[in-house]
């Protein structure tokens, strides 16, 4: 089993509809992240955790927003989702248990599709 | 806007030779700095960190850091048709020991032809 699982893997929406996309983790780290990847504009920082108490925006948060319901989960909501808002999203952990390498592990990835 | 470059690619190499992929990043007090490959329709994966000026080798790669010029490169010897990817720089920009945030580059495609 991967050690950060994303779900759904792939979903195709309608304008305007509620998306949420999960990520959890076995590796027990304590920084999780959602990155965005579109075409020739490489990752994107959406939103980071560095422990359940903690949520911070991005460089492109807007329209989005995130949960931290335990230390290995980590959810994205688009509210009311846009074409634009369709490209390939990555979950990411790192760090945790004196392990601040600065080492990112990703999830396989979740393409939406907003039609 | 703290930003990292890389050069756009694709980048076409014959099989054996060295691949060179260079970035370059906007913030003088970035302290790590990492390469990342990514396969087609894959997720990144890390293949190199760097913390100081100089060279670091793992096997056929070695990352070269400058501070003073704000520059990071990755070299690829003895190419490999299995190293065609994606390779993406990300740099460090958070404070504090622990606090990563990274930025990534576009990245660059390499292709090692056979």
């Known amino acids: 089993d991967a050690d950060v699982t994303q779900t759904p893997r792939n979903r195709i929406t309608k304008t305007g509809k509620r998306i949420m996309l999960e990520c959890s983790q076995t590796?027990?780290?304590?920084?999780m992240y959602w990155y965005r990847q579109d075409p020739g504009l490489g990752l994107q920082l959406i939103y980071y955790?560095?422990?359940?108490?903690?949520?911070n925006k991005g460089e492109i948060s807007d329209g989005y927003s995130v949960s931290r319901q335990a230390q290995a989960k980590f959810s994205l909501s688009l509210e009311s989702a846009i074409p634009n808002q369709t490209a390939l999203y990555f979950c990411?952990?790192?760090?945790?248990?004196?392990?601040?390498?600065?080492?990112?592990?990703f999830g396989e990835g979740s393409r939406l599709t907003v039609l | 806007q703290k930003e990292v470059e890389q050069n756009s690619g694709p980048l076409s190499v014959p099989e054996g030779a060295i691949a060179s992929l260079n970035c370059t990043y906007s913030?003088?007090?970035?302290?790590?700095f990492f390469w990342y490959r990514q396969y087609s329709g894959k997720s990144p994966e890390l293949i190199m960190s760097?913390?100081s000026n100089g060279d670091k080798e793992d096997g056929r790669f070695t990352a070269q850091l400058n501070k003073a010029s704000q520059y990071v490169s990755l070299l690829i010897r003895d190419s490999q048709p299995s190293d065609s990817a994606t390779y993406l720089c990300?740099?460090?920009w958070g404070s504090g020991g622990s606090n990563y945030k990274l930025t990534f580059g576009k990245g660059t495609l390499l292709t090692v032809n056979p």
């Open positions: 990411a952990t790192g760090g945790g248990g004196g392990r601040n390498t600065g080492e990112l592990f």
């Open positions: 590796k027990g780290h304590d920084r």
């Open positions: 955790s560095f422990d359940v108490k903690d949520i």
């Open positions: 990300a740099v460090n």
């Open positions: 913030d003088r007090g970035s302290q790590s």
């Open positions: 760097i913390y």
